[in-house]
């Protein structure tokens, strides 16, 4: 897996001020999923406000419907609540589970922390069956730390 190759490319995107926060994310989401062969959708989605829901702020992907999820609600909305990592090996066994494409198969949520509070997180699809393990977690989780450290930094 290329993640120690992927790690100084995250960092050469992120530390562009030139760009703004959210073509940072584009940028992002589009270098896991060009590099990362079952990375089939990735996206970030950030809490809308004060109200108890996410909402899709970059992705790289088949577009989707699902811009807007209310917090309980499918991974994405259950990663919100719980402040947990959620692997999913395969989607057909989530009663919770809210289709973006009759593609997928697996799901990875991270979320994504600022100063203690869970502000949003990365979501990954896979169109592969349990492609999912413990080195994308570290690595996402990391992401998450580094476009932490991008939103805590008072040019954004």
Not at 84 to 108: G, H, L, M, W
Not at 140 to 151: R, T
Request: proline share 6%; hydrophobic share 35%; charged share 25%.
């Amino acid at each position: 897996m290329p993640f120690q190759k992927l790690k100084p490319a995250v960092e050469k995107i992120l530390s562009n001020d030139e760009l703004s926060v959210d073509h940072r994310l584009e940028q992002i989401c589009d270098l896991l999923k060009e590099n990362i062969p079952y990375y089939d959708w990735v996206g970030f989605y950030f809490k809308n406000g004060d109200k108890e829901e996410l909402k899709l702020r970059a992705f790289a992907g088949e577009p989707t419907d699902h811009t807007i999820i209310p917090f309980g609600k499918g991974i994405c909305g259950q990663v919100a609540v719980s402040n947990e990592n959620f692997v999913v090996p395969d989607v057909k066994t989530q009663t919770n589970y809210i289709a973006c494409s009759i593609n997928v198969r697996a799901e990875i949520v991270v979320p994504l922390f600022l100063n203690g509070e869970n502000i949003g997180q990365i979501d990954i699809d896979s169109h592969t069956e349990d492609p999912f393990n413990i080195e994308d977690e570290r690595f996402l989780e990391w992401v998450n730390e580094k476009v932490a450290e991008v939103l805590k930094s008072p040019s954004t």
